[in-house]
């Protein structure tokens, strides 16, 4: 389901099922025909994000823990590095949910940015945040994380849990054999992510695991505008699609933005 919020607008669970029919498909080989109409249901899922998200203009994905209050100076980090990169001509793109997400997409609307959010319902993070101009709820949590990677131009990992670990990791993996090339990974929040990365030297690339430029490419800042700095400074560039009306596509649909990075 997609929609378009304004801030304080209650948003419905209209997808609750989805969680449910996940955990069945992870529980191993099912009938055939069980199999096949899951398989239509993730087809679905990918179709509703290619058709909401194809024209959301180029895109940082800031990825981040639903745990923390607005009262917590990571929320405030997280806030600004999101308006910072809305200044920066960035569509800012989360999971959509509370806490760090909710502040970045928070930020990005405040500095009159474009603030985009791919929800998913889960124990902590049921309902997307008020602060999204436009808004994709999945079933899977697969086809959400690879929202997520494929319309961003870069990835900032703010303090978070094990979700932020895994969306991390998936995308420094990507990197490292090619799959995505120049794609900047920001680690904002440097006493947080220190010891990540002193493990990463000390253990797996003492141990030989991984390579010194593995390391490398991580980027690690406590400061908002030199972490959009460093992303507009990449020079990535953004194709504009126009919306086709023989697709039932909108005009409205397609996000205006400009990437600082010309």
């Given amino acids: 389901m997609t929609s378009t919020i304004e801030p304080h607008e209650p948003i419905e669970n209209h997808r609750s099922t989805g969680s449910v029919d996940e955990i069945r498909f992870l529980e191993g080989p099912q009938s055939r025909w069980a199999e096949l109409r899951r398989a239509w249901r993730i087809f679905e899922d990918l179709i509703r994000g290619f058709r909401k998200l194809h024209f959301v203009g180029p895109c940082v ?57 791919c929800n998913i319902v889960l124990p902590m993070e049921q309902e997307p945040n008020p602060y999204l101009d436009l808004f994709v709820e999945f079933d899977y949590f697969f086809v959400r994380k690879l929202m997520l990677a494929k319309y961003s131009y870069a990835f900032v990992a703010c303090p978070g849990g094990f979700g932020t670990l895994d969306e991390l990791f998936e995308i420094a993996t990507l990197v490292q054999t090619g799959k995505m090339r120049q794609f900047p ?78």
Avoid: C
């Fill in 61 to 117: 994905t800031v990825f981040g823990s639903a745990r923390f209050p607005a009262s917590h100076p990571y929320y405030e980090l997280s806030r600004q590095i999101g308006a910072e990169l809305a200044r920066a001509g960035f569509t800012v793109m989360t999971g959509g949910g509370p806490g760090v997400m909710e502040a970045a997409n928070r930020g990005a609307r405040e500095a009159k940015g474009r603030s985009v959010g």
């Fill in 185 to 262: 990974i920001v680690l904002a929040g440097v006493e947080y992510w220190t010891p990540l990365l002193d493990f990463l030297r000390e253990r797996m690339l003492g141990e030989g695991t991984i390579d010194a430029a593995d390391i490398d490419r991580f980027f690690i800042s406590d400061s908002p505008s030199e972490i959009a700095r460093h992303v507009r400074d990449i020079g990535m560039r953004h194709a504009e699609w126009k919306p086709r009306w023989w697709l039932f596509e909108r005009r409205g649909e397609a996000v205006v933005a400009t990437n600082g990075a010309k």
